[in-house]
C-alpha cells in the first residue's frame, strides 16, 4: 500500500496550520497548497509537493516543475527548502498551473570532505530525485511526462546539468541558475534540451566565467539555450529570476514532444 510508505504533512501557504495525514491521496482534495513528504524508502529523499488549486476539479494531466535548493539549504528541516525560489513564493501564498517537486538534499559533510555524497552533482542523490519523479508519476498518475522541467539555484544550478546528463531523454527544459557544466565537457547527450540559464555579473562565489564557458560549450554543440546575466548582481541572481513571470511561462511552454530525437524512456508510461 502507498500509504504505508509516506508520511504526508499537509501546509497552509501561510505556514500557520499543519495537519497531518494517513492516507497518500489527501494532497488531491487540498490543491493550492504545498505538501511535506517524508519517504520510508532509501532511495527517495524528503520533499515538498505541490498541486494546482484546481487538480481536484478535472482529470487533466500537469506539468512538473522540479526545484533544487542550494547548498544552504541542505540538511533534515523540509522548511529550510522554502528560503528561497519556488516554495519559499508558494508558502507566500503564490499560485501556480503546474505541479512542484521541491527535494531537500541531506548534509553530510562539507565540500572538503572526500567521503560527503550530498550534494546535488552526486550520481546518487540526483538518482534519488529521479525517483521522486518516478513515484509520483506512477502515484498521482496525473503527471505529463512530456513536460517535466527543472530549475535550481547555486548548487541546484549544478544539479540542473547533471541531472539532465544522467537522464538525457527526461526533461524538457532546464532553467539553471548560477551554476555551471564544465565538469562535463562533452555536451552531445544534452544538445537537444532547450536552456534558460542565469547569472550575476558581479557573482564571487561562482564566477560568470564558468557558467559562460558552459553556455559557450552548449551553443558550439548546437543546443537552442538563452543565457541571462544580470548587470551588477552578486551570487543572488535567483530572486528576480523567480518573480520574472516570463520564467514560468517559457517553462510551461517546454514539451519533449516538441524536441527532435528524444527517445522513449524505459518504463515510463
Request: proline share 6%; net charge neutral.
Amino acid at each position: 500500500m502507498l500509504s504505508e510508505i509516506l508520511i504526508i504533512t499537509i501546509v497552509m501557504a501561510s505556514f500557520g496550520s499543519v495537519l497531518t495525514f494517513g492516507n497518500t491521496e489527501d494532497q488531491v482534495s487540498n490543491g493550492g497548497k504545498m505538501v511535506k513528504i517524508y519517504p520510508k524508502q532509501a532511495d527517495l529523499l524528503p520533499y515538498w509537493l505541490y498541486v494546482p488549486e484546481d487538480y481536484n476539479k478535472n482529470k487533466a494531466n500537469y506539468p512538473v516543475v522540479v526545484f533544487l535548493h542550494g547548498l544552504g539549504e541542505r540538511g533534515n528541516q523540509l522548511d529550510e527548502v522554502c528560503t528561497h525560489g519556488l516554495p519559499k513564493l508558494i508558502a507566500k501564498g503564490k499560485h501556480f498551473p503546474f505541479i512542484m517537486i521541491a527535494p531537500q538534499c541531506p548534509n553530510d559533510g562539507d565540500m572538503q570532505d572526500e567521503k560527503a555524497k550530498s550534494f546535488w552533482w552526486k550520481n546518487e542523490t540526483v538518482d534519488k530525485v529521479m525517483h521522486i519523479i518516478d513515484f509520483e508519476m506512477a502515484r498521482l498518475k496525473r503527471i505529463d511526462k512530456d513536460r517535466i522541467t527543472i530549475t535550481g539555484l547555486s548548487m541546484g544550478g549544478f544539479g540542473c546539468y547533471k541531472i539532465v546528463h544522467l537522464y538525457p531523454n527526461v526533461f524538457a527544459g532546464v532553467a539553471p541558475i548560477c551554476g555551471d557544466d564544465n565538469s562535463h565537457p562533452d555536451k552531445k547527450d544534452i544538445v537537444h534540451i532547450p536552456f534558460w540559464a542565469f547569472h550575476g555579473e558581479k557573482d564571487e562565489v561562482v564566477p560568470l566565467a564558468d557558467q559562460q564557458k558552459t553556455i559557450d560549450a552548449l551553443k558550439k554543440a548546437g543546443a537552442q539555450v538563452t543565457f541571462t546575466i544580470y548587470d551588477n548582481v552578486g551570487h543572488n541572481s535567483w530572486e528576480q529570476t523567480y518573480v520574472n513571470p516570463k520564467l514560468y511561462h517559457w517553462l510551461l511552454a517546454q514539451n519533449r514532444k516538441c524536441i527532435k530525437g528524444v527517445r522513449p524512456r524505459l518504463g515510463s508510461n
